[in-house]
């Protein structure tokens, strides 16, 4: 119930539980309950998931051979820059294997990080954790319905800038450890410009 969460869970959908301490746990016949204001995955009173603009997204990769690991940015116009139980799926976990990554809005880390699609410039922060030392490199091995956007990784230790639309990636070097203002990922709307069409003072046909 914390983070923007309800503490319920729809029918049908499975869920993590992370121990500190061993010993069980008991879910009780008690704890079934009908939670009307909850998404349903067959239906949904508030937002057609069934809509094209829900697929629009960015798959963002880490890899280090022979691990990789990937989050994703999705687009959808009916998401906020919260949380959303439509859209978005926090990290659980920074800890779990050797390579994690993740991204941060509004001081909540995403493992699917859903937001409205960008009027002007979005600058999302992107984290990572690696459990040991070596060289690393982040691209893009997914991207969807964002033809009319820019999508863009900074790196702002070293300036480099690379367009993941393009295949390109960026490789570093980095001891283990916890990086969470070295990455971005940045998207915006692509301008076109239209070049002047020159007319003949000649008459013409169409």
Same mark, same amino acid.
């Given at each position: 119930?914390?983070?923007?969460?309800?503490?319920?869970? +729809? +029918?049908?959908?499975?869920?993590?539980?992370?121990?500190?301490?061993?010993?069980?746990?008991?879910?009780?016949?008690?704890?079934r309950t009908h939670y /009307?204001?909850?998404?349903?995955?067959?239906?949904?009173?508030?937002?057609?998931?069934?809509?094209?603009?829900?697929?629009?997204?960015?798959?963002?990769?880490?890899?280090?051979? +022979?691990?990789? /690991?990937?989050?994703?940015?999705?687009?959808?116009?009916?998401?906020?820059?919260?949380?959303?139980?439509?859209?978005? !799926?926090?990290?659980?976990?920074?800890?779990?294997?050797?390579?994690?990554?993740?991204?941060?809005?509004? #001081?909540? !880390?995403?493992?699917?990080?859903?937001?409205?699609? +960008?009027?002007?410039?979005?600058?999302?922060?992107?984290?990572?954790?690696?459990?040991?030392? #070596? /060289?690393?490199?982040?691209?893009?091995?997914?991207?969807?319905?964002?033809d009319d956007y820019t999508?863009?990784?900074?790196?702002?230790?070293?300036?480099?800038?690379?367009?993941?639309?393009?295949?390109?990636?960026?490789?570093?070097?980095?001891?283990?450890?916890?990086?969470?203002?070295?990455?971005?990922?940045?998207?915006?709307? /692509?301008?076109?410009?239209?070049?002047?069409?020159?007319?003949?003072?000649?008459?013409?046909?169409?």
């Amino acid at each position: 119930g914390t983070d923007g969460a309800t503490g319920k869970i +729809p +029918p049908m959908q499975g869920f993590f539980i992370k121990a500190n301490l061993s010993g069980s746990i008991i879910i009780p016949r008690a704890a079934r309950t009908h939670y /009307t204001d909850q998404m349903r995955y067959k239906k949904s009173g508030e937002v057609d998931l069934r809509s094209p603009d829900t697929i629009s997204f960015v798959r963002l990769k880490l890899f280090n051979y +022979p691990d990789s /690991t990937d989050l994703v940015v999705r687009f959808n116009k009916e998401a906020t820059a919260g949380v959303d139980k439509a859209f978005d !799926a926090y990290k659980f976990s920074k800890t779990s294997g050797d390579i994690n990554i993740w991204t941060t809005t509004g #001081g909540v !880390a995403y493992s699917i990080n859903g937001l409205p699609f +960008p009027e002007n410039t979005e600058e999302i922060a992107v984290g990572i954790r690696t459990a040991v030392g #070596g /060289t690393f490199k982040l691209l893009s091995n997914e991207i969807k319905r964002l033809d009319d956007y820019t999508v863009l990784l900074k790196d702002l230790k070293t300036g480099q800038s690379v367009d993941l639309k393009k295949g390109e990636s960026i490789e570093f070097t980095s001891q283990s450890g916890e990086i969470e203002d070295r990455f971005q990922l940045v998207i915006f709307k /692509t301008s076109t410009s239209i070049s002047d069409i020159g007319i003949s003072e000649n008459e013409f046909t169409i």
